[in-house]
């Protein structure tokens, strides 16, 4: 059995991932409300990695004796002031998940509970590529955000890439 105060922590992750899927729903459905293709495809496909991030937590917690707990979750915000305005809302929430995971970790490791320290690794290697993703999208929009028709070819490449998979 895990830890009490690590079980509570792990389910309040969980609840985390189920509100970052819906967030990223609803800012997929914004981005094709404003025509932005390829963002709202990147976004929704991102969705479902949150719904199997929140899965392995759920898993993890059951197969451990214990009970996941799936709290009321509030609804995400669904207008934003522009592409750039959520795109960074996006990448500061991932660094809030981020922070939060290495809390969790920390906790782990102080109780010395190193089986979910073990188990948390792959959230890690996960929350970089999130970062990063995220990171790197918000700094091409800076970047072409003076030029008309840059994001149009961003956003479109965007789809291209993310429909193949």
Not at 3 to 32: D, G, H, P, R, T
Not at 110 to 137: A, G, M, P, R
Request: with cysteine.
């Amino acid at each position: 059995m895990i830890n009490n105060e690590i079980v509570k922590l792990l389910n309040n992750q969980l609840n985390l991932e189920f509100y970052s899927a819906n967030l990223y729903l609803q800012m997929s459905a914004w981005c094709n409300y404003k025509t932005y293709e390829g963002f709202s495809v990147l976004l929704k496909k991102h969705s479902d990695e949150e719904i199997e991030h929140m899965k392995k937590l759920f898993d993890y917690i059951c197969k451990s004796g214990n009970l996941a707990i799936i709290n009321e979750i509030k609804a995400p915000p669904n207008n934003f002031k522009s592409i750039i305005d959520l795109f960074t809302q996006t990448y500061e929430h991932e660094k809030f998940i981020t922070k939060n995971i290495n809390n969790i970790i920390h906790s782990s490791i102080t109780i010395q509970d190193y089986t979910t320290f073990s188990f948390l690794q792959w959230y890690i290697v996960e929350q970089h590529e999130e970062e990063n993703l995220f990171k790197t999208i918000l700094d091409k929009i800076n970047l072409i955000d003076k030029y008309s028709n840059g994001l149009l070819i961003l956003d479109n490449n965007i789809k291209k890439d993310y429909l193949k998979q």
